[in-house]
T-cell receptor, first 116, second 112 residues
Framework: EPEVTQTPSHQVTQMGQEVILRCVPI?????FYWYRQILGQKVEFLVS????????KSEIFDDQFSVERPDGSNFTLKIRSTKLEDSAMYFC??????????????FGDGTRLSIL | RKEVEQDPGPFNVPEGATVAFNCTYS??????FFWYRQDCRKEPKLLMS???SGNEDGRFTAQLNRASQYISLLIRDSKLSDSATYLC?????????????FGQGTTLQVKP
């Protein structure tokens, strides 16, 4: 079964540094998403991406964050000037169509980001 | 009112028991509904979509009540492997970008 893959599985970074989290969505999917989950809390939406541009972003997704689809397969989340509170599990997801059509999103196994 | 609200549990049940989880959502215009399962420190995995007429997948039955803005999940004949956190997930608006809103999750522990 096709799956969403994420790298690295764990990233440890000093506060203030930049990190890039990488995702390879399922190949025929057109809609891409990033979510995060702080330990012990619920999964939170960060951003949705379609046709090479951001469709929607949450309040969390401020100027510190950016997304990019640099080629036909990768989808990246960049976090600049990381803060302690950025420590979380970051999940990439993709779907073939928008979820309003009951099209589910498939999640990668996440990148655990630890900011020291 | 929270956008998606669930009883966090934990629900501790013996093997073979039937257990039901409930969820309420605040946005009456919500279009799509899902139950995801999340094991400890793992990614959410789709358990089932929830349709207006209710739907069943093996031991799992999902119901939607749009008038009450209420979603339920019934698990029959619980297995040890059903132990996980069950996430109620809603796509909050029609025609939006696919953003999903997650509940806090309900933890299920099935005991031998």
């Amino acid at each position: 079964e096709p799956e969403v893959t994420q790298t690295p599985s764990h990233q440890v970074t000093q506060m203030g540094q930049e990190v890039i989290l990488r995702c390879v969505p399922i190949s025929n999917h057109l809609y891409f998403y990033w979510y995060r989950q702080i330990l012990g809390q619920k999964v939170e939406f960060l951003v949705s991406f379609y046709n090479n541009e951001i469709s929607e972003k949450s309040e969390i997704f401020d100027d510190q964050f950016s997304v990019e689809r640099p080629d036909g397969s990768n989808f990246t989340l960049k976090i600049r000037s990381t803060k302690l509170e950025d420590s979380a599990m970051y999940f990439c997801a993709s779907s073939e169509r928008r979820s309003f059509s009951n099209q589910p999103q498939h999640f990668g196994d996440g990148t655990r980001l630890s900011i020291l | 009112r929270k956008e998606v609200e669930q009883d966090p549990g934990p629900f501790n049940v013996p093997e073979g028991a039937t257990v039901a989880f409930n969820c309420t959502y605040s946005n009456s215009a919500s279009q799509s509904f899902f139950w995801y399962r999340q094991d400890c420190r793992k990614e959410p995995k789709l358990l089932m979509s929830v349709y207006s007429s209710g739907n069943e997948d093996g031991r799992f039955t999902a119901q939607l009540n749009r008038a009450s803005q209420y979603i339920s999940l019934l698990i029959r004949d619980s297995k040890l492997s059903d132990s996980a956190t069950y996430l109620c997930v809603v796509n909050p608006l029609p025609g939006n970008t696919g953003k999903l809103i997650f509940g806090q999750g309900t933890t299920l522990q099935v005991k031998p």
